[in-house]
């Protein structure tokens, strides 16, 4: 929401994020103070294949990171928790931001910022940690990096940048100041 401050007057800003704190509100799935944001709808975590979505671009993650300016701060919280609780993505989904524990990462880092909680920045850290351990992995079984921003090494070299300086701006979509 921070990228589009500038253009948005503060009224129809205001409502904007009113509306979609709302709308997150209602639509969230939560279970044992967990909470995730489906693709689909359901009434449960895990979906029919019983696994629980919980990446940046579907689910919690992203939610998270778009939304932690104005999310209530309980529900952005469980979501923050989720990922955590679920540990790190498999090396199948990558340590990328789309999809992979970079990506999941930033919503620690974003709960750090609303909260002040060092306990979210040492949870980031220690997917990063894990996120360049996948890097090193894949390069292993590769031969070669991946140098996107969403998918690659890139976004998780940015992450892990952002871990050591307790920075939240998640990449394009914030600001970095």
Same mark, same amino acid.
């Given at each position: 929401? $921070? ?5 948005? #007057?503060?009224?129809?800003? #205001? ?19 967990? &909470? ?18 919980? $990446?940046?671009?579907?689910? *919690? ?5 778009? &939304?932690?300016?104005?999310? =209530? ?5 469980? *979501? ?7 540990g790190p993505p498999l090396? =199948?989904? *990558?340590?990328?931001?789309c999809h992979g524990t ?8 974003? &709960?750090? &910022?609303?909260?002040? #909680? =060092? ?46 300086? *307790? ?11």
């Amino acid at each position: 929401m $921070q990228a589009l401050r500038p253009l948005l #007057d503060s009224q129809r800003r #205001d409502r904007l994020e009113r509306d979609s704190a709302a709308i997150l509100e209602r639509t969230a799935v939560l279970e044992h103070g967990l &909470a995730n944001w489906p693709p689909h709808d359901r009434p449960t975590l895990p979906g029919p294949d019983g696994q629980i979505r919980v $990446q940046w671009c579907a689910g *919690g993650s992203g939610i998270v990171v778009a &939304a932690a300016d104005y999310l =209530e701060e309980e529900l952005l919280l469980a *979501g923050a928790e989720l990922p955590w609780h679920a540990g790190p993505p498999l090396l =199948e989904k *990558g340590p990328s931001i789309c999809h992979g524990t970079a990506g999941n990462g930033y919503a620690f880092l974003k &709960a750090f &910022a609303r909260t002040g #909680d =060092e306990r979210w920045l040492d949870r980031a850290r220690s997917f990063a940690v894990h996120a360049l351990a996948q890097v090193k992995r894949l390069r292993v079984e590769r031969g070669r990096g991946r140098y996107s921003l969403w998918t690659g090494d890139l976004g998780v070299a940015i992450y892990a940048a952002d871990c050591l300086d *307790g920075r939240s701006a998640y990449p394009f979509f914030d600001r970095c100041s």
